[in-house]
Nanobody, 121 residues
Framework: QVQLVESGGGLVQPGGSLRLSCAAS????????MHWYRQVPGKQRELVAT???????DYVDSVKGRFTISRDYDKNTVYLQMNSLKPEDTAVYYC???????????????WGQGTQVTVSS
């Protein structure tokens, strides 16, 4: 019932910038917190950034001051602006949303398909 589609990944040189987008579509009662995760082969998926329904944000320490998460409520889209990129930021980035399909239903997590970000010279 909920689809998340990421875009904006690619190859960038160290020090460069990228902006990821994640558009939610479908039908729901409420879209709560939205998150960006990343994963490299052989490692656990890591929570990178969170934005709540009220607009509060949080970041993993390694990206603080470099990444900014934002949200367009009208477009049901979350963004991740990534600046001063480092090779260690290379990963597949996934969008995640906490969703209630109905007012009294459970809170469920939905995932996008992921977008590759490669930081290399």
């Amino acid at each position: 019932q909920v689809q998340l589609v990421e875009s904006g990944g690619g190859l960038v040189q160290p020090g460069g910038s990228l902006r990821l987008s994640c558009a939610a579509s479908g039908s729901w009662f409420m879209l709560y917190s939205m998150h960006w995760y990343r994963q490299v082969p052989g490692k656990q998926r890591e929570l990178v950034a969170t934005i709540t329904l009220g607009g509060n944000t949080d970041y993993v320490d390694s990206v603080k001051g470099r990444f900014t998460i934002s949200r367009d409520y009208d477009k049901n889209t979350v963004y991740l602006q990534m600046n001063s990129l480092k090779p260690e930021d290379t990963a597949v980035y996934y969008c995640n949303a906490d969703v209630k399909l109905s007012a009294y239903g459970p809170l469920s997590a939905y995932w996008g398909q992921g977008t590759q970000v490669t930081v290399s010279s």
